[in-house]
């Protein structure tokens, strides 16, 4: 045989290999891998279990979604991506930082000035954590102006909310890990708000701190609820969200949805749409990480008081608002009037569509939603220390005297290794040309 007919020969054992391994690998794979891409927004429409998986991805490609499903609804999308951008930038900080008083100010530092990188990364952490608020709030905005939470949607609404009050504790445990003073004085300032509570804010404090006031124990314990404990609840409440907001589908618009509506096709029309905002989104984060990074205040110190609080998050800027003007009272109801917003599915079973159907609902949406926006505006321009009545316990859990328990000083800077002097470019050869 010629060489010519031998190469023909093995180029057709390839051949019959590569596709009996096709054929293989799509025996073995199980459609319901597809709800891989579904969870990720990248998939719609139900999955068909009976059939190949190339099947069952042509038809789930094939299956379009509502008409009135535009970009308004994308906001789910946004939630989720800003989700996984906190999660990568997460892991990726955690390999750096340390959870220890005498070392938590130094490995940020280090994060920020040595690490290659490092400082995208917290500041992208930082922006994605504030915009992931916006992004919910808006979502659930959106769901509201349609009446999302009517059955049999009220499911969806119910967990939605738990998601969002789980992203708040994402925020309010990470807050402290910088652990400079402009975040050990917020978080005292809230664990003092929360330990005024009735019933079980003093409870809830005591297991939060691990200690008489915020300090090493409590600094490990928000380290490992963040890190550890939240996002497993996050992923499997996700994940169930979506699946029975898949099932239910998109809540339709107020005026009804249209009789015979062919929908239009997910792919390309919705899958662009959504490549289109997950790429905006993302150049927006980098965008404000890389423009106004977040400031580092003085180590953290139990003892003195900084002279100015500068916040970070959305958040902080609203519940600071709330308790400089209003008091501990004005947090409460204004949390108050939020579960009581959460809560609308229990009592407004009729199912009107239209605003004025809803006028209780419509009343506790506004409210909530225009106190928040003045909050915030109020809070970005408040940088004042806290208030000395909601930290006098702290203050006296931390003073010296005899019989109290004198504060731990904080270990020695740690001394991190230098980073590689950059490698010098090679000495141009004598005679070369060029200048």
Do not use: C
Not at 8 to 15: C, D, K, L, T
Not at 61 to 88: A, D, E, Q
Not at 180 to 192: F, G, I, P, R
Not at 284 to 297: D, F, Q, S
């Amino acid at each position: 045989m010629s060489q010519h007919g031998r190469l023909r020969a093995a180029r057709r054992r390839v051949s019959a290999w590569l596709g009996q391994f096709r054929a293989d690998v799509k025996a073995s794979l199980d459609p319901g891998l597809l709800r891989i891409l579904r969870l990720f927004g990248l998939a719609y429409g139900p999955i068909h279990r009976r059939v190949p998986i190339d099947q069952a991805l042509r038809e789930v490609v094939r299956n379009p979604v509502p008409s009135h499903v535009g970009w308004p609804h994308l906001f789910g999308w946004v939630t989720y991506l800003l989700f996984m951008i906190l999660v990568v930038s997460g892991v990726l900080l955690a390999l750096y930082y340390r959870p220890a008083v005498g070392e938590a100010y130094a490995s940020i530092q280090h994060i920020v000035s040595d690490v290659r990188m490092g400082w995208l990364m917290r500041d992208m952490h930082v922006w994605a954590a504030s915009l992931i608020v916006i992004a919910v709030l808006v979502h659930m905005g959106r769901g509201f102006l349609y009446g999302a939470y009517h059955p049999p949607r009220e499911t969806v609404w119910l967990v939605g909310l738990i998601l969002l009050l789980l992203i708040l504790a994402f925020g309010a445990t990470g807050y402290l890990l910088p652990w400079d003073q402009w975040s050990y004085w917020t978080v005292t300032e809230a664990l003092n708000t929360l330990g005024a509570m009735p019933i079980a804010g003093n409870f809830l404090v005591r297991i939060l701190t691990g200690a008489e006031f915020v300090w090493g124990a409590t600094l490990s314990r928000f380290f490992a609820i963040h890190v550890i404990i939240l996002p497993w609840l996050v992923f499997g409440l996700l994940g169930f969200h979506i699946s029975m907001a898949r099932r239910h589908g998109p809540a339709p618009p107020v005026r009804g949805a249209p009789k015979d509506d062919p929908g239009v096709p997910f792919y390309p029309t919705h899958l662009l749409r959504n490549f289109v905002v997950g790429v905006l989104v993302t150049a927006a984060v980098i965008t404000l990480a890389a423009i106004y990074p977040r400031p580092v205040g003085d180590p953290a110190n139990p003892l003195q008081l900084p002279e100015e609080i500068v916040s970070t998050w959305v958040v902080v800027d609203v519940t600071r608002a709330l308790l400089h003007y209003l008091g501990p009272w004005g947090l409460g109801l204004v949390t108050l009037l939020g579960v009581s917003l959460g809560l609308i599915p229990l009592f407004d079973r009729r199912g009107g569509k239209r605003l004025r159907e809803r006028p209780v609902a419509v009343a506790l949406a506004s409210t909530f939603f225009l106190v928040f926006l003045a909050a915030w505006v109020a809070g970005r321009r408040l940088q004042a220390p806290p208030a000395p009545e909601l930290l006098t316990p702290a203050l006296e859990q931390v003073a010296p005297s005899d019989a109290g328990t004198p504060i731990p000083e904080p270990g020695p800077e740690p001394v991190w290794p230098a980073p590689p002097p950059d490698p010098q470019p090679d000495a141009p050869h004598e005679g070369g040309g060029g200048s």
